[in-house]
T-cell receptor, first 118, second 113 residues
Framework: AQKITQTQPGMFVQEKEAVTLDCTYD???????LFWYKQPSSGEMIFLIY??????QNATEGRYSLNFQKARKSANLVISASQLGDSAMYFC???????????????FGPGTRLSVLP | DTAVSQTPKYLVTQMGNDKSIKCEQN?????MYWYKQDSKKFLKIMFS???????INETVPNRFSPKSPDKAHLNLHINSLELGDSAVYFC????????????FGNGTRLTVT
């Protein structure tokens, strides 16, 4: 079963507008971490933001914020004031507490390709 | 200073050959990983290596073998390369706590002809 779902294969947003990238996850573990990564066309994987399952506040990092709704098992990434350089693939990932439950240590979603339009 | 470095960046080889990709991290992390990213950009974990314990994804063919000479290195050896092995391979490392993100190398694009 898919542990991380990103339902938007591609998204478009106008420069300077905000955009939300969806991520839902599946786990029965009470302790887990949620991460977002950016992969520009150059190919490197860039860590953006982290949310712990016990964190009361939504995580924020500059223009990135994470809309964490635990009951709904969603961890959507919000990018404010989009820039042309934000055009990239974005991956949601989950890390579970059990390190040796192989394949579930760090699981990635299929990604969303974001295109920022001038 | 590059935190996670892998070489080579590009690797073009013929079917049936054996090749290796090297990975080194200078972050002092406990765990290293190999991921495969296919043409559809899907990231699939292949191996994780923690304190000399290797965890293998059972779906990975045994032609793939990780080798860790020490905590800072996790190399990937691939025997009898096949066309379907063409992909981008990422090395990564992290600390073993829930909030520690993966730090990725820049990837190795493997093309099997």
């Amino acid at each position: 079963a898919q542990k991380i779902t990103q339902t938007q294969p591609g998204m478009f947003v106008q420069e300077k507008e905000a955009v939300t990238l969806d991520c839902t996850y599946d786990t029965s573990d009470p302790s887990y971490g949620l991460f977002w990564y950016k992969q520009p066309s150059s190919g490197e994987m860039i860590f953006l933001i982290y949310q712990g399952s016990y964190d009361q506040q939504n995580a924020t990092e500059g223009r990135y914020s994470l809309n964490f709704q635990k009951a709904r098992k969603s961890a959507n990434l919000v990018i404010s004031a989009s820039q042309l350089g934000d055009s990239a693939m974005y991956f949601c990932a989950m890390r579970e507490l059990t390190p040796y439950n192989y394949g579930q240590n760090f699981v990635f979603g299929p990604g969303t390709r974001l295109s920022v339009l001038p | 200073d590059t935190a996670v470095s892998q070489t080579p960046k590009y690797l073009v080889t013929q079917m049936g050959n054996d090749k290796s990709i090297k990975c080194e991290q200078n972050l002092g992390h406990d765990t290293m990983y190999w991921y495969k990213q296919d043409s559809k950009k899907f990231l699939k974990i292949m191996f994780s290596y923690n304190n000399k314990e290797l965890i293998i994804n059972e779906t990975v063919p045994n032609r793939f073998s990780p080798k860790s000479p020490d905590k800072a290195h996790l190399n990937l050896h691939i025997n009898s390369l096949e066309l379907g092995d063409s992909a981008v391979y990422f090395c990564a490392s992290s600390q073993e706590d829930l909030g520690s993100p993966l730090h990725f190398g820049n990837g190795t694009r493997l093309t099997v002809t």
